[in-house]
């Protein structure tokens, strides 16, 4: 008998309700694999480690990991008016020239779509980049010890809490530009483990999304217990953004906006070039 999969996915309302079912033993001939919880910065480093099976990672890290993980077609975050933003506090100008910026972390898709943005739209150039947690960027920018700060998540629902305001969305600008969907989070899976368990765990991954959907109220003790105290509706909210059609299957229309998203990083030199077929499964 094969070895239980090791996989590592966020406490994110998103990844709990996609990954409830198949954690919890409930998908049919798929045994429930060993879960590690861990925020997106960790599970990038451990990809590029080579740490565990099965990772929730940025698409943004995909280009220093898939000589030895594969992306999966399926489990992802992946869609329309989900992107990142850029906060300020009010009264400061629309301009981060010189400004001092936190993101929740420097190998994340949102900074990526923030480089990609700034590129054009902060011509005089940025000023220190900060590498905050991400709960602790909307205080610092409150605060005043940042000028600036990317948020993603729930803090789409939540800013104007903090008294701030949103100076751009990320995902409206690379809406505009490429009218592809916006590529945040993807599934990732170590290639060693060979053809046949690859699709096994692929399928396994779609029918624990189809549960989900199926049956929101199974996996919702599971959703809060990990939500980290965030109010019902919102992680609802966001849940209902981030679980789509391309959780389901990339498709097409997904993996073109992954292609796009990597070959415009790298002619920036931003991120290193993929080669012929370092996205096919």
């Not at 995909?62 to 933003?85: F, K, Q």
């Not at 005043?144 to 409206?172: K, P, S």
């Not at 989070?185 to 959907?213: M, N």
Request: proline fraction near 7%; charged fraction near 20%.
């Amino acid at each position: 008998m094969a070895e239980r999969l090791s996989i590592a996915y966020s406490p994110c309302p998103n990844d709990t309700f996609v990954f409830h079912a198949w954690s919890h033993g409930l998908v049919p001939g798929a045994d429930a694999p060993e879960v590690t919880f861990a925020d997106i910065d960790v599970t990038n480093g451990l990809a590029e480690r080579g740490g565990l099976d099965v990772l929730k990672v940025s698409y943004a890290a995909l280009p220093w990991v898939l000589d030895e993980y594969t992306l999966l077609p399926c489990g992802g975050a992946l869609g329309r008016g989900c992107g990142p933003l850029v906060l300020t506090r009010p009264e400061s100008g629309d301009d981060l020239s010189g400004r001092t910026v936190a993101v929740p972390s420097e190998r994340s898709t949102a900074y990526l779509l923030f480089r990609l943005w700034a590129a054009k739209a902060v011509p005089g150039g940025l000023g220190e980049i900060v590498v905050l947690p991400f709960h602790e960027i909307m205080p610092a920018v409150r605060d005043g010890r940042v000028d600036a700060g990317l948020v993603i998540h729930e803090a789409r629902f939540t800013y104007q809490d903090y008294g701030l305001r949103c100076l751009a969305d990320m995902g409206e600008a690379w809406e505009r530009e490429t009218g592809l969907p916006i590529p945040l989070g993807a599934i990732i899976a170590r290639r060693s483990l060979g053809a046949e368990r690859l699709k096994a765990l692929t399928e396994a991954i779609r029918a624990s999304v189809r549960q989900a959907w199926d049956d929101p109220e199974a996996s919702r003790g599971y959703v809060l217990e990990h939500a980290q105290e965030m109010d019902p509706s919102v992680a609802d909210r966001h849940i209902a953004l981030y679980v789509n059609e391309f959780t389901a299957d990339l498709g097409e229309e997904g993996h073109a906006a992954v292609r796009a998203l990597l070959t415009r990083a790298a002619a920036e030199g931003l991120v290193p070039p993929l080669g012929p077929g370092a996205l096919d499964f």
